[in-house]
């Protein structure tokens, strides 16, 4: 009997110092109910945010930090609570798309889920990349505007180079003062693109404004800055990602193309220009029709404008061995395959990588290796 009770004795004691030791890790870790609730709370905030009522997302916010703040949920609630004191404050805060952004990526790491093509291609985060290329793209329309602007006035020589400078330090340091909380890469291509546009559009109205070099300047520089106005409005109102700014470029290049090459060599000089104003404004806006129903990465419009290159080569190739006349057309109609075969080709570019889990298990033999799709 004293045997059996030092045997009960001892292994009663050592169940409840095993207890004891494993009882803060699973306090550790919050039971899926209580994980629930922490994201019940946090996702009722942040749509409280994302509608712009700040004021009504404080009271879940500080119950959230109250009740559970070592969750996943409870960490990023306190970086949306110090948003929304923030943005009450009026000090500059990054705009709700990019918050938006940024809460979809730290979601998907903590609460692993299916992500759709769209949310795979639409949830960009601010990069210095991105930031890089707005103040260089920036940099080098101010530096052309600053010497036109100094040309257009009948300066020297020395004058114009130092206006170019000015306005090329003046480009890049209001991009990356303006950029201060990061920029998507979506928004500082909208931004360019849109200058790139209004700066090409500004030089083509000088045939009816005048050519006179004050006038070209002045149109160029007003091109310039009311194209990147308009780019970054169209981005924080649609939302636009790389892809969908890319998509619209390209359209708005194939239009004109395709326009000036089925009307041919033949049109006088007023109906290429209209042609050019008409296939850009319905290249940008059939481009940014399309990419709300197909969304594409820049990758992938990319791989479009190579086929259509190619398109364009082999009917080229192939008016070779006709009349001269139409060579346009046949051009044209080589693009639009090539850019249709280029589409079918790439249909499932941007689809998200599949989760894979890989194993190795050792045997007597060698190895086992195991796939498996994780959630």
Known sequence: MLRIRNAFLTTATTVLVATAALAPRALAQPAPAMEADAWALYDKAFAQVTAGKEAEALPPLTELRARFPDTAAGALGAALERYVASKQAGALVPPDLALRAR???????????????????????????????????????????????MQA????????????????????????????????PGHAL?????????FVGGLSLRDRIGREQAATAALAVVGHLGGAALGHLAWSKLALSTGDVALAN???????????????????????????TAGAIAGLSGGLLLSRYVPMSRTRVLLLDLGGVGGALA?????????????GSYVAGGSLAGLALAAFLTRRWDAPAMPLAVGLTPTDGGAVVTLALTP
Not at 127 to 149: D, K, M, Y
């Open 103 to 149: 809460y979809a990526g730290l979601v998907q790491s903590s609460r692993p889920q299916p992500v759709t093509t769209e949310e795979y291609l639409r949830n960009e985060a601010p990069t210095t990349g991105a930031r890089i290329e707005l103040a260089v793209v920036q940099g080098l329309f101010g530096l052309t505007s600053g010497a036109g602007t």
């Open 153 to 184: 006035f009948g300066l020297s020589t020395q004058v114009r180079v130092a206006g170019g400078v000015v306005g090329s330090v003046g480009g890049i340091a209001a991009s990356l003062l303006l950029t201060r909380d990061g920029i998507t």
């Open 190 to 198: 909208a931004i360019n693109s849109g200058a790139a546009w209004g």
């Open 250 to 276: 390209s359209g708005a290049l194939w239009s004109i193309g395709l326009l000036r090459g089925f009307a041919g060599s033949g049109s006088d000089l007023r109906s290429k220009q209209v042609m050019t």
């Open 315 to 327: 009917g080229l190739t192939v008016s070779m061995g006709f009349e001269r006349g139409g060579r």
